[in-house]
């Protein structure tokens, strides 16, 4: 069974970085985009960063300049960087794997992680 595990949330403060990672299991993704996708209280799910298998990234306008996504084909992990964190950055953030269509879109991803909680206070 193909399963995507993120791990590195937490409560931070404002201004304080946090790494995430995703390590899925079951299969190799170093040839799929892969994106990362966050969810706050009350909102729909949201793009934040995607990265093609070649390296091109993609970000949302809220992240760019602070976030950064990466991956380790030879670990087959993917990495999103988050530094300056605000308030509003307060999200279960999820792992995805593209399948087809806008790598924005979360319709376009077939797998999911189960999701890491993200919390930054004022």
């Known amino acids: 069974q193909v399963q995507l595990v993120e791990s590195g949330g937490g409560l931070v403060q404002a201004g304080d970085s946090l790494r995430l990672s995703c390590a899925p299991s079951?299969?190799?993704?170093?040839?799929?985009?892969m994106g990362w996708f966050r969810q706050a209280p009350g909102k729909e799910r949201e793009f934040v960063a995607s990265i093609t298998w070649s390296g091109n990234t993609y970000y949302a306008d809220s992240v760019k300049g602070r976030f950064t996504i990466s991956r380790d084909n030879a670990k087959n992990t993917v990495y999103l960087q988050m530094n300056s964190l605000k308030p509003e950055d307060t999200a279960v953030y999820y792992c995805?794997?593209?399948?087809?269509?806008?790598?924005?879109?979360?319709?376009?991803?077939?797998?999911w992680g189960q999701g890491t909680q993200v919390t930054v206070s004022s």
């Open positions: 079951g299969r190799t993704f170093s040839s799929y985009a």
């Open positions: 995805a794997a593209h399948r087809t269509g806008s790598i924005v879109a979360s319709s376009s991803y077939g797998y």
